[in-house]
């Protein structure tokens, strides 16, 4: 088991956000998060991240409890995470989006990274390689010196992947990954997220509005609606579920 919530619960003021939630995600799973807006969705994924502190409950990443430590402890065991809204450094070229990722892998002092000496020079190298191997496997090589905000919103999207891939996370959350996206767009990210899960061995949790895009990704989905859970199980038996159905659903047709 790779991540594990246990009966969480978050309040803002008097009001509740989350209420007793609870699931696990297997090694090398792809797992959904869906529900309407304001359902908790993203709460939670700020929960795992330790962004937010849950009122109650704990979370346990491959059996380690993390829920009291700090987002950038969380993010060097091993779990990253990109936006609802994609955040990239606008004066920044894509590769130089991506080498912030690497950060955590480069042990340097002062004097070396201002002389670009010894340790620091070698890990910048190997930093830079290894992006340009991220890159390539998302198929972006080519821009890599363009400006990040420059690019497509669907290539946009690939890089801030990227980032977090460079991470050498073990899980990768993704917000709404396929949001503003047309269909071959969408087609092409789902490919991608296959190929991470398959080819890497990372765990994926996702949150998505696009049921047709869950259906085809998903091993398994969560549905959340004013933060108590109302559905876990295929992605199949949600479009099929009657509370899911008046909850969130609504005429949605899988098949459509």
């Known amino acids: 088991m790779i991540l594990e919530l ?3 619960h978050k309040n803002f003021g008097g009001v509740s956000a989350i209420a007793n939630t609870s699931f696990t995600i297997k090694e090398s799973e792809i797992f ?3 529900g309407p807006n304001g359902a908790g969705k993203t709460t939670l994924f700020n929960i795992i991240t330790g962004n937010y502190k849950p009122s109650s409950g704990e979370v346990f990443f491959l059996g380690k409890k993390i829920d009291h430590l700090k987002p950038h402890k969380i993010v060097h065991l091993g779990i990253a995470r990109t936006f609802q809204n994609i955040r990239l450094f606008s ?8 080498l912030i990722g690497f950060d955590k892998s480069i042990k340097y002092n002062i004097f070396e990274a201002f002389l670009h000496l010894g340790r620091f020079s070698k890990a910048e190298k190997n930093a830079k390689k290894a992006a340009y191997e991220i890159l390539e496997q998302l198929n972006i090589a080519h821009l890599a010196d363009e400006r990040a905000t420059s690019l497509s919103y669907g290539q946009q999207r690939k890089v801030e992947i990227a980032r977090a891939l460079a991470t050498n996370p073990k899980l990768l959350l993704l917000d709404e990954p396929a949001a503003g996206m047309n269909s071959t767009e969408s087609d092409d ?3 991608l997220i296959f190929d991470i899960r398959n080819n890497k061995k990372i765990s994926v949790l996702l949150i998505e509005h696009d049921m047709k895009f869950v259906n085809k990704l ?3 989905v969560m549905v959340l609606d004013y933060g ?3 559905f876990e199980g295929k992605p199949s038996d949600a ?4 509370e899911v159905i008046s909850a969130y659903l609504g005429d949605f047709n899988a098949s459509s």
């Open 189 to 191: 990210l789902a490919e």
């Open 6 to 8: 246990k009966k969480i």
């Open 239 to 242: 479009v099929q579920n009657p």
């Open 218 to 220: 998903c091993d398994r």
């Open 32 to 34: 959904g998060l869906i």
């Open 228 to 230: 108590k859970t109302i």
């Open 91 to 98: 004066s920044m070229s894509v590769l130089e989006n991506v």
